[in-house]
């Protein structure tokens, strides 16, 4: 109890009441910065309280918070222990947190839930030294060994010739709403892979679907008043979009049939759902459910914001249909991205909008960066045009789908104890593990074998009522996919094994 | 006066208590919407108080303020009129309207200030008929004529068939921060054209200057709290960036040595300006000022943003010093483009931001679009290296000079009304005109003549206290410029003679 007497003279010494840190926040930060090393056993929750000066409720919370984000690990009959190689606080590399405060910040940035939230996609610091093959599950990773660069090359080079032959029609920063080349081209891909039925002006070109959020955040967000309705879990840098521009978030939870219309808060003015396969669970809303959101959004006057980010890849069933139809297109906003079907590196996406939003949205992606940049646009547009978009999505479909299939397979086989949740589309899928499971526990496990995985857990925002796993299979071969099986199946047996 | 009295019945209607309209902007409606007609020649500011029920002080409020927005005209001894063509207000075209508010936008992005300065590049409709070659002189326009295509086209091929071969290194969102290859490549061009002295860690790539500003903004502003102090005239869209970030914005006077350190507000938390080549005056600051400016920073506790959007055209003098020099890194945030030295197009910018800003601007860019696309970073990137950037730059350098001569030969010979300001940067420079000359009236007279031409009014947002134009020469050539003097000359004649 060395450690542990050295963090209760640290807390007289500051006097806790003034520091304003709670127990809680005083373990986490002796884990983090080393004080209480891994494997360190913890007194009871009673000898805790006691010894803390604080009531049994607040040791038996700051221990429950600390396990479930995994720097506590508990051992059933034995006690509760500082995890090994404590995973990083809700996925935020070291880099990613400023050093210090400085008065001339917007604290915003600061905040812990945001400095996590954007360092969400950023590789951690692997734990383990070697420099083996890694395999990364995270999901929204694509294959780039699959995508067509020398055809992309030759497009691309052809549009820059063609810029060179009519300096004079060169597009100055005014071309706002992005090359109509290029708006009208979507409207051929969305058609054809969504059967979105909208106009080159219903188009706005963004800096992928990320700068899309944004955007609308900051158009239909009224700083201090609106209040957005996000899934949980959900994406954690959409939430920081609309919340950076000042909205009131409110989480809403996700069943297997998508967003659970009947508990969006009645003030909510926007609407933020990924309807046809949730971003993480990967379920698709039923149809009675987006009857029902639709319904409710005119009744309330409120604005749909759907991201549908892989649409692309419908893999069984018939297809959904998009909530963004032409009866519902003053309500809703849909958001679409090339980072999946082509590749993230460009950062191109695009909104579909009401006309009533159009100006507006305008003036603030001129406030932002005036457009994107003309060559790439002009070289998507040409890639569209000539088919190869379409070309690549049928073929990604394919091998998607094998990737899909072996990984359904090794969850058969090896990995029964996971349970897939019900998915039709896309590049990633996701399965829950029985409570005496500690999901945490096993991504570490894998981690140390540099294997990549997400934990459902780092998607919440509010209450975490699942516990499992994203499986991202876009960057991982059906081989490489049968071949992490035999560790997944190690690692959960494992987790399963310290519980008993 | 029948048509002042519909106005008048209008406004009873109405009540104009109610409706809370002042005489200046029922006057402004009804010219715009044509109520009022050109030609119209308005009472006596004694008798127009009268008849609106308005105090005298009012009236001649309301009629001033139509005059500086070019909207009246005022002949020497025979009175007030309604200006011919009366411009657009403040640069904005009608497309910029948002048609109707709609209950779900946020209110600040239907400020007409706003819609203003983000329509501030966007084409005015030419007001007459035909299509003869027209001239452009607004500034920050650029000539693609001279870029060289083909060697950027040859190097973006390159790096296309760069990627193709090594699949697996391919960049994934997490590239926040920009290319390293890119952040290395501005540290040596920005060595030799500005003798800034900075590694690629300080360097954060932004979507041109204005998602720099905008990144600033997001930052640096606590809404409701930070005052910005931004120069006075200056350029609208980085006004606005600051303003939708909740800032509350101070201008500041500029005179002949830039801006005027001493009536900074005390309360200032970030100062914004353009000290090589003022915009869009274009004078330098002198080297008192500068001083004295970075000394009130350190004292106050302010941060500096330098805009240095053109610093690689330097046409006179001894090169100036930035602001940002190793003692003030970490008071200055410098920001550059390559829309000016290269092509608008690629939507290529950068700042050099103090270490201890550094993790919170890349969570804000993160936010709003992860990072650049990484094709144009990689083609510039290789562009600066294989010299071609530098050679562009000393070509265009010696065009842009010649230009600039040939500018100052038509004021010196045919328009020696325009007193030019000193400046000894860039691509444009500023005249001004005596107070008898309405300088919306000359830009008037040119646009029906096809020659576009920005009065400095445009970019004040405070007080106006200087009269006269912006002449961009980015994009005509010599014989263009020596051209256009006739015109400039007529346009200068006819507007005086109207007073005399």
């Avoid at 910040?105 to 383990?128: E, H, I, Q, S």
């Amino acid at each position: 109890m060395d450690a542990l007497f050295e963090i209760k003279l640290d807390i007289a010494g500051r006097g806790t009441r003034a520091s304003g840190r709670t127990l809680y926040e005083e373990l986490k930060a002796a884990i983090i910065d080393g004080r209480l090393r891994p494997g360190t056993q913890l007194p009871a929750t009673r000898a805790s309280a006691a010894f803390f000066a604080v009531s049994r409720n607040t040791a038996v919370q700051a221990y429950h918070r600390l396990l479930t984000e995994g720097l506590l690990m508990s051992r059933q009959g034995s006690g509760t222990f500082v995890a090994d190689a404590p995973p990083m606080p809700r996925g935020r590399s070291v880099a990613a947190v400023p050093a210090a405060s400085h008065p001339a910040l917007n604290p915003f940035w600061l905040r812990k839930d945001v400095t996590a939230a954007m360092g969400f996609w950023r590789d951690t610091p692997d734990t383990v030294a070697g420099d083996g093959p890694s395999l990364d599950f995270r999901p929204a990773l694509i294959d780039p060994r699959l995508f067509p660069f020398d055809i992309f090359r030759r497009v691309m080079t052809g549009q820059l010739r063609g810029l060179e032959k009519r300096p004079a029609r060169y597009k100055s920063p005014q071309g706002n709403q992005g090359n109509y080349h290029l708006r009208e081209a979507i409207t051929r891909h969305i058609a054809l892979t969504r059967a979105v039925v909208c106009t080159a002006d219903d188009i706005l070109v963004t800096s992928g679907a990320q700068q899309a959020f944004d955007l609308l955040a900051r158009v239909l967000v009224t700083p201090g008043q609106t209040v957005v309705a996000v899934e949980d879990p959900g994406y954690p840098p959409m939430r920081v979009a609309f919340a950076a521009a000042g909205a009131t978030l409110v989480p809403v939870p996700v069943d297997d049939e998508g967003l659970m219309v009947d508990r969006l808060p009645v003030n909510a003015g926007v609407i933020c759902l990924c309807p046809s396969h949730q971003f993480p669970l990967g379920v698709s809303m039923s149809p009675r459910r987006r009857q029902a959101l639709l319904d409710i959004a005119r009744q309330r006057g409120a604005v749909i914001v759907e991201d549908d980010y892989d649409g692309e890849f419908r893999h069984e069933g018939s297809p959904l249909e998009v909530l963004r139809t032409p009866a519902h297109a003053d309500t809703v906003f849909y958001v679409g991205t090339f980072s999946k079907c082509m590749l993230p590196s460009l950062r191109l996406g695009y909104l579909v909008a009401p006309a009533w939003a159009m100006p507006t949205l305008v003036a603030a992606k001129n406030c932002m960066d005036w457009h994107c940049p003309t060559p790439i646009q002009l070289g998507v547009a040409r890639f569209i045009d000539e088919g190869h978009l379409a070309a690549h999505v049928r073929r990604m479909r394919q091998r998607y789908r094998e990737r899909r299939e072996a990984l359904l397979e090794v969850m058969d086989t090896l990995a029964p104890t996971l349970t897939p949740l019900p998915s039709s589309y896309g590049m990633h899928l996701s399965a829950t593990v029985p409570s005496d499971i500690d999901a945490e526990e096993v991504a570490g496990f894998l981690q140390r074998r540099r294997i990549k995985l997400h934990t459902l857990h780092r998607y919440y925002h509010g209450v975490v009522d699942r516990h499992g796993f994203v499986f991202g299979f876009g960057a991982l071969e059906p081989e490489q996919i049968r071949g992490a099986g035999e560790a997944l199946a190690a690692a959960l047996a494992s987790a399963r094994s310290l519980k008993d």
